[in-house]
């Protein structure tokens, strides 16, 4: 049965909006991705649930890119069926992107850094889509062999032939971003915002002992921050702390990222430790997870993503105890100080140096 989708009319009442670094965008504290459960493998109307609930407490950003699925561009389809049906008319309330970088089709054009790929990838989004233009378009990742420069200006030619508003780079080092800000700057183009992922069992973008830490980078250049996987795709919630992996989360499912390998001995450990100071704050851990990446200011939205409804809105009333004690901070500290980094394990392939 099809039935015609009534946004709540309090949408914006609790949702916080964060300024994107010094640029006149704002961005929900809490936004969401469609990586995970929004594929052609995925049912339907689950999807289309998620999206609504988002849009209805007040999430205005969704966040894609051109392979997410799976299949590859079965999320963006998805999306734009959803999209033409639900979200037409509330298109200027929205905050839609997308991205390319890593494999999309074969050959030597179809992945990294070229104009060649950005250009025609983010055409093929916006059919997918359905849309004029995306809100904001990223480089996905660094590219060793492309020029910077020439990246840059691919997401330039996007921005002045009107396919993005705003454009971005995701998981760049601090050195790689102060070089795309500057090949930017050159073009008259601001990057607005970089997206790396960001939790407590990963922390490389908090300021390095030696050296700069991207955060510092970002605020310095007056970017704003999106981090994503704040939850380390679900080991920072209650599911795995029996030590068990209940057959459909991530980890348990043989579609996702999340391998059964990476719920270790240790990770359930601190995540139990971990839970306990969230029950003290009266939240769940997985709230607690997102409230401690916003507690800092650099960091301008939380990028959940959710396989049902009900996450977001739990994750959403993370909101309402963004507040740490500095006791709690160190408690935290603590805990995290013998967890195993998530460095190179393949719950966090993402960040380069
Ligand atoms: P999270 O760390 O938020 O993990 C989300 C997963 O955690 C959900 O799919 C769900 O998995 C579980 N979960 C969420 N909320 C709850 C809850 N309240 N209780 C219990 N379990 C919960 O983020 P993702 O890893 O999904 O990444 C988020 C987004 O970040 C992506 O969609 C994408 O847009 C972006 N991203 C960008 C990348 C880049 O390279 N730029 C790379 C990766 C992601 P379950 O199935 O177990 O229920």
């Not at 992945?111 to 916006?126: M, N, R, V």
């Not at 590219?143 to 995701?170: C, F, R």
């Not at 450990?269 to 401690?292: P, T």
Request: net charge negative; charged share 20%; hydrophobic share 35%.
């Amino acid at each position: 049965m099809d039935y015609v989708y009534s946004p709540n009319a309090k949408r914006y009442d609790a949702m916080q909006y964060r300024r994107c670094g010094r640029s006149g965008l704002k961005l929900p504290a809490i936004s969401l991705g469609l990586w995970h459960n929004f594929g052609s493998v995925d049912p339907f109307e689950n999807a289309r649930e998620m999206l609504h609930t988002a849009f209805d407490v007040g999430i205005t950003h969704f966040d894609l890119a051109n392979n997410y699925g799976p299949v590859y561009g079965s999320a963006e389809e998805n999306f734009g069926r959803i999209f033409a049906k639900d979200f037409k008319r509330y298109r200027d309330e929205l905050i839609i992107s997308s991205k390319a970088g890593y494999d999309m089709w074969p050959g030597p054009y179809g992945e990294w850094g070229s104009k060649k790929y950005l250009i025609a990838s983010c055409d093929q989004s916006l059919k997918r889509m359905g849309l004029e233009y995306v809100d904001i378009f990223y480089s996905h990742r660094p590219d060793p062999e492309t020029p910077i420069e020439e990246t840059v200006e691919a997401l330039a030619q996007l921005v002045h032939n009107g396919k993005a508003l705003y454009v971005g780079i995701s998981s760049y080092s601090p050195k790689q971003t102060r070089a795309a800000f500057d090949a930017a700057k050159n073009l008259n183009i601001t990057l607005l915002i970089h997206q790396p992922n960001y939790s407590m069992f990963d922390r490389w973008i908090e300021d390095a002992p030696v050296g700069e830490g991207l955060l510092n980078t970002l605020n310095e250049l007056g970017m704003g921050s999106i981090v994503f996987a704040p939850l380390s795709q679900g080991l920072l919630t209650a599911k795995y702390l029996t030590g068990e992996i209940p057959s459909d989360s991530r980890a348990g499912r043989n579609d996702g990222f999340l391998n059964p390998s990476d719920v270790t001995p240790n990770r359930i450990v601190k995540a139990r430790q971990l839970n306990e100071i969230a029950q003290n704050r009266g939240q769940k851990l997985s709230q607690m997870a997102l409230s401690w990446v916003l507690c800092d200011e650099r960091v301008t939205s939380a990028l959940i993503g959710a396989s049902r409804p009900a996450q977001i809105v739990e994750n959403v009333e993370a909101l309402k105890n963004l507040h740490f004690t500095q006791t709690e901070l160190q408690q935290i500290d603590e805990i995290l100080s013998t967890a195993e980094n998530v460095h190179g394990s393949s719950v966090s392939p993402w960040h380069t140096n």
